[in-house]
């Protein structure tokens, strides 16, 4: 485009149309701008920005006393009229091991008159006691014989000694109880090995890392009757829900190896004795193949995220609304700061049906 003006034609049609063609062209550059605005914010979010998905007062590791407590002072508040209501503590449960103590007055005689008093009833309190946790050492001792007779007319004399006690890792110290210490506290707790290698050092225990990892892959071996006994519950359900991750393994030569994950929660129509069954399947890679080799055939329902691998299997496709989330959270960040828009009315919407869901558990 040039300033001069001789470029312009003449005729008032052409010049409207040249006029209505600059002003698209404005329009686009305007779009694009706002486009560009949006992506540069949302990699800002990506690279700068919190990751997690959650929404704002959610404790982190050393605020969350703080922030749990200002949520209680809020919803208090904001309220026109307070209602207070006593505060209701959640019973103990009973079937906890119970110990009894008994608090008595020293001088049983009335203040007043000097007569001995009677007892008219009593008042009992509940305290919850921690006992930490405790680590002894079971010594076997197994008792040989051998007979008297045999060693003084036979050249040899057998030795007879009472079996070895089963053990879930032959020759090692450990017990299946420090086994599933060990393994609940890393999987469930994510507790590393070096931190629980610190934690036994507290009790002069002397456990290397090595040797806990060790403990750790042969007790895979013995998990899996138990396994494949959970995935054949596993496939009994009518929804079970999939997701693949990437993984890196050192001993592999590809960069990327995957970690699948199988699952169904209690609020599946078939439910089983087991409410809740999660699985892992290390796979080398992503191929559809992986899912239908593990699924055996499943034609339930199967909640996804739109990969589609999936679509390869027997099974009929849900969609996901913490998936679908994900992408009004983006388009959310991405809009200007201080401005609303339909991502913010499709979070609305989700949020109550979270609600929903969470008002109908057990239902």
């Excluded at 008032?12 to 992506?39: G, W, Y």
């Excluded at 008994?102 to 006992?131: P, V």
């Excluded at 829900?241 to 970690?259: C, G, N, P, W």
Aim: hydrophobic share 35%; glycine share 4%.
């Amino acid at each position: 485009m040039t300033n001069d003006v001789n470029n312009f034609p003449s005729d008032p049609e052409a010049l409207q149309e040249m006029v209505l063609s600059l002003q698209l062209q404005v329009k686009d550059l305007i779009e694009e701008k706002q486009h560009l605005m949006e992506q540069f914010r949302l990699a800002q979010q990506q690279r700068f920005g919190a990751s997690s998905e959650a929404h704002p007062a959610q404790g982190d590791l050393f605020n969350e006393a703080e922030v749990e407590l200002d949520v209680v002072e809020e919803e208090e508040t904001s309220t026109t009229t307070v209602v207070k209501k006593k505060p209701v503590r959640n019973k103990l449960p009973k079937d906890l091991p119970r110990e009894t103590v008994i608090h008595d007055i020293e001088d049983k005689n009335c203040t007043c008159c000097g007569n001995e008093l009677h007892q008219m009833g009593d008042e009992r309190s509940e305290k919850l006691e921690f006992i930490p946790a405790q680590v002894k050492v079971i010594e076997h001792v197994r008792l040989k014989y051998s007979c008297r007779t045999c060693e003084k007319t036979d050249t040899s004399t057998k030795i007879q000694i009472a079996p070895v006690p089963p053990s879930p890792i032959p020759k090692g110290i450990a017990t299946a109880t420090l086994l599933s210490q060990i393994i609940t506290s890393k999987y469930q707790y994510a507790l590393p090995l070096y931190r629980q290698k610190s934690l036994f050092k507290q009790y002069g225990i002397a456990l290397s890392r090595k040797t806990m990892a060790n403990w750790m892959m042969k007790s895979a071996t013995l998990f899996e009757p138990l396994y494949a006994l959970l995935q054949t519950i596993l496939l009994q359900q009518n929804i079970i829900q999939a997701d693949e991750t990437t993984l890196k393994v050192i001993s592999e030569d590809k960069v990327k190896s995957y970690m699948w994950l199988y699952c169904t929660g209690s609020d599946s129509p078939n439910t089983s004795v087991i409410p809740n069954i999660v699985l892992y399947d290390y796979q080398a890679g992503r191929a559809g193949q992986c899912a239908v080799d593990y699924l055996q055939g499943f034609n339930g329902y199967l909640q996804v995220d739109g990969y589609a691998g999936y679509e390869k299997t027997a099974a009929t496709l849900v969609g996901c609304w913490a998936h679908a989330r994900r992408k009004f959270k983006e388009a959310k960040t991405a809009q200007p700061k201080g401005k609303s828009g339909k991502a913010d009315m499709a979070l609305s919407m989700i949020q109550k049906l979270y609600r929903l869901e969470a008002s109908l558990k057990d239902k």
